[in-house]
């Protein structure tokens, strides 16, 4: 079973005349994008679902994975952490190095609120961090990715508890009493057919969690994508009520909102108040993509002294209010924002699909 690819298993064209998650017709192309060089990608709107979509191109996470500039290496230190916690057999630091990212201690809470004798299956577990965690608990888990050399490498971390994407043992292995993945869901082509393809893999009470990508999140005016998540790596981003609204009767469906640190909050709520506008990113190669993520900075600098001096004027203004509202404590009154990927949720399987 493909659980990344499309159900056609067609290659999508360059310009889109349907909507690649629901395929409604009544889709909007609301502009391109162009983060990495050689990737100036089309972004549609669609008027049914609600999702803002890309075209996809499964052939792009082996190559972020290999590549060692690629985002992806951005986890070498996790990655580090978690192998030597896992060789110390300390389970405790274990959890405590990935509870550090909310996504993850979403997963481990869920999980550990279930039985100890679970049988759990990760998707898109790449290089095998959080599967470590419950290897190390005892639980019985198998985790899978669509990379060779991210399995690999898990493999050589934690032992033989990762298979490539469409191994004859995933479907072999169901039911599964917990079906888990992590910053998946907004990468694959179809992820409406995944998620129902994972439902049909958990026994009648079982659970599927994960992070989705938040539309909401997009917070600045004419901003078209999230840039801590690019095209060809993130293709697709929901609203929320998404997941409740497509799998209502299937599952029963929570969605909790992660929300960002107030510090934040309050830097975005600035920006929309003096109508900052996004700006579009300077193309890099793809291997130059870590060093864009540990900076956080993707924007043009467009040449001229007014511009420029306006643009480092605001820099010093911003620095200035979060520092008087961190000092005062008044950037806890903030209006809350959104996170990038917290759209937090829990699909609980119905007795019959």
């Known amino acids: 079973m493909d659980l990344f690819a499309s159900e056609s298993g067609l290659t ?71 192998t030597k916690a896992f060789k110390d057999r300390d389970v405790n630091a274990l959890q405590q190095i990935l509870s550090r990212a909310s996504k993850y201690k979403f997963i481990i809470d869920e999980v550990e609120r279930g039985p100890a004798n ?4 990760e998707i ?37 508890h990762f298979v490539l994407e469409g191994d004859p043992s995933i479907e072999d292995g ?28 958990l026994k009648p009470g079982g659970c599927l969690l994960f992070n989705s990508p938040n539309l909401e999140s997009c917070w600045l005016t004419d901003q078209l994508w999230i840039d801590a998540a690019p095209p060809p790596d993130l293709v697709s981003i929901f609203p ?25 909050a309050l830097a975005i709520g600035l920006r929309q108040l003096f109508g900052r506008r996004w700006k579009k990113p300077v193309p890099i190669l793809l291997n130059q993509s870590r060093d864009r993520y540990m900076t956080g900075n993707v924007s043009k600098r467009i040449n ?11 820099q010093v203004f911003e620095k200035a ?9 008044l950037a806890r009154l903030a209006p809350a924002r959104p996170t990038e990927f917290g759209i937090l949720v829990k699909m609980t399987r119905r007795e019959i699909l």
């Open 12 to 82: 999508e064209p360059a310009d889109l005349s349907d909507c690649r998650v629901c395929g409604s017709q009544s889709i909007n192309r609301a502009g391109i994008v162009e983060y990495y060089s050689g990737f100036a990608w089309p972004i549609y709107d669609c008027s049914d679902c609600q999702a803002r979509f890309t075209r996809h191109d499964e052939t792009i996470y082996d190559a972020m994975h290999s590549e060692s500039g690629s985002v992806y290496n951005v986890y070498r230190g996790l990655l580090d952490e978690t």
């Open 118 to 121: 679970a049988r759990l299956l």
């Open 124 to 160: 898109g577990c790449s290089r095998g961090y959080l599967t470590s965690h419950f290897i190390l608990s005892g639980y019985q888990v198998t985790g899978v990715d669509i990379s060779a050399s991210a399995v690999e490498s898990a493999r050589e971390a934690f032992g033989n």
């Open 174 to 201: 169901a039911p599964y009493d917990v079906i888990y993945h992590v910053g998946t869901i907004g990468c694959v082509a179809d992820p409406l057919a995944v998620t129902r393809r994972l439902l049909h893999l």
């Open 240 to 264: 929320s009520g998404f997941w409740m609204k497509h799998f209502e009767r299937e599952a029963r469906v929570e969605e909790q909102i992660e929300n960002c640190h107030h510090d934040k």
């Open 304 to 314: 001229g002294r007014r511009r420029l001096f306006r643009d480092d004027a605001w």
């Open 321 to 329: 209010i979060l520092k008087l509202g961190c000092k005062t404590g």
